[in-house]
Each structure stands twice: as C-alpha cells, then as structure tokens.
C-alpha cells in the first residue's frame, strides 16, 4: 500500500516539474512535501490494518467451528486465506488502492511524456535557460520512474489476479508454485526498488551514500558530485 502511494506521489510530482515548471517550487514546498508524505503512510496503515478491526474471516471459522459440533475456541489454521478476507482483498485492496492509483499512474506518465515531446519539438529560444537541457533531463527521469511502475504492476498484478480467481472460482485449481512466485514477485520488488531507484536517478543515488555514511557508517558522507542547480525552462 505505501509502494503505490509513493509511486502515484512521485508521478504527481513529476507531472507538476513540467507542467508548472517556473512555479514549482512554490507549490511543491517542502512542507506540503512532508504533508504528503505523511499522510501516505497514514492512509497506509489505515487501509491494511483493515482486518485487524474486524473485516477478516473470524466470524466465519467460528459459525464453521460450531456447525461441526465443537466447543470451546476454534482452532485457527495459521494461512493467509483463512484468516485474510477474500473480499477485502479483491473489493476493498484491488478494486480501490491499487487498479486505480495503476490506471491513474499510467494516465499521469502518458501525459508527462505528451508535455516533455511537446516542450523538446519547440526551438530553443536564445535566453539564459535552456528549455532543451531541462526538459531532456525530465525525460530521463521519467522514463526510469515509468520502468519501476511497470516493475511493481508486473510485481504485484500476479498476487492479485490470484486473489480474484479465489473470490470468484473457488473450485479453480492454482498451482501452489505459481503462488510462491507470485508472493515472491513481490517480496523482491520491495526489496529491488532501492536499487533500482539508485541505479536509475543519480538524486536518488546521491541521496542513498549521504544516509549509508551519515546514520550507518557514522561519519560525514565524503564529497559527490552532484548535478549542478537545474536550469528552469524559458517562458
């Protein structure tokens, strides 16, 4: 849930850079930076601690448990199925935090490239800026956020598809290693996109040594070599 929030943040943001770029940093202000962030993970924890305040398959092992005639408190099989909603999992996960954040994602990016196309076909007008440099360098970067979204869709989609076909055809078979793959599909994509964020997107890069030296390795981040401030585009 914090993974496709972030992603739909960071699309968010990469939309405003060209869409707005001389006011940008006027409406992306580091407090409303920290606003949204916040306010991902808040939603986050929200949205998959939902079981945890009743929406799980409790009540339905218990009215089992005493249709078989025992007594006393069932015994719980310890598997994600029997104790995670199917409904939950395909009405309330799928169908509404993550399909749509995708859709509205790939939307977002679409346009992104449309604007930074449109922007890269114009003549570069003889001023202090250089809308061609900024704008390459918008595409770039879009293009490498555009690859991790298709990463955690290609990532994440197999799980939920297999949670559809449980909720919809519960006599279907699934492979049980299919199921493994799936689950490992996204363990690993979790575990990928700091990589891939690093290997990608020198900021990102840059920003990972300052954290390892600082708070890690416990002393001062030697010297990077950092882009130089970004030329804003001309009017």
């Known amino acids: 849930m914090s993974s496709i929030l972030a992603l739909l943040a960071i699309a968010v943001d990469r939309y405003l850079r060209v869409k707005i770029p001389l006011r940008y940093k006027t409406v992306v202000t580091p407090r409303r930076a920290a606003v949204a962030i916040a306010g ?14 009743g929406w799980n398959n409790l009540n339905a092992v218990e009215r089992a448990w005493v249709a078989n005639g025992s007594v006393g408190e069932p015994v719980i099989k310890c598997e ?3 104790v995670i909603s199917m409904e939950y999992m395909v009405y309330f996960n799928f169908f509404v935090w993550v399909l749509p954040p ?4 790939v939307l977002i990016y679409l346009e992104v490239f449309y604007l930074i196309r449109k922007q890269l076909n114009k003549k570069v007008s003889a001023s202090s800026g250089d809308p061609q440099k900024y704008y390459g360098k918008e595409l770039k970067i879009a293009k490498s956020l555009a690859l991790i979204l298709f990463l955690f869709a290609l990532s994440w989609l197999p799980l939920h598809i297999f949670n559809c076909i449980t909720l919809f055809c519960p006599s279907c078979h699934k492979p049980t290693i299919l199921i493994y793959i799936a689950i490992f599909l996204t363990h690993g994509n979790s575990a990928m996109n700091p990589i891939v964020y690093a290997f990608r997107i020198q900021k990102f890069r840059v920003t990972f040594l300052k954290i390892w030296n600082n708070h890690f390795r416990c002393q001062p981040a030697p010297a990077v070599d950092e882009d130089p401030p970004e030329e804003r585009p001309d009017d």
């Open 40 to 53: 991902c993970w808040i939603l986050s924890f929200v949205v998959g601690l939902t079981p945890m305040f």
């Open 80 to 82: 994600f199925e029997k």
């Open 102 to 105: 995708l859709l509205l994602m």
